[in-house]
């Protein structure tokens, strides 16, 4: 489990940086638009990252026999805001 966990660290991570990245890119996209392009791609790869990273935990959770509730329960709230935070920077990033 301590695997799973780690990964929902990850995964927050990614999504986190995916936001930063987004900020930035809308901070630069009128005055120095190669920098905002390149935020942008920086951007899109963190949420490939968050994406690969929920695929993998997910699988790993489904070979575990018994997960405590309250790992689920903490995984499921970490892929709810990680979706929040991944439409987010898309609506960001579509800008």
Do not use: G
Request: glycine letters at 0%; hydrophobic letters at 40%.
């Amino acid at each position: 489990m301590k695997a799973v966990h780690k990964m929902k660290c990850e995964i927050e991570e990614e999504t986190d940086s995916a936001m930063e990245y987004a900020e930035k890119y809308l901070e630069y996209k009128n005055s120095k638009p190669n920098w905002a392009n390149m935020y942008q791609e920086m951007a899109k790869q963190e949420l490939t990252h968050a994406d690969y990273l929920l695929t993998i935990a997910t699988e790993a959770m489904s070979n575990i026999a018994w997960i405590p509730e309250s790992d689920k329960e903490a995984f499921d709230k970490c892929q709810k805001r990680s979706m929040e935070k991944a439409a987010m920077v898309k609506l960001m990033l579509s800008r």
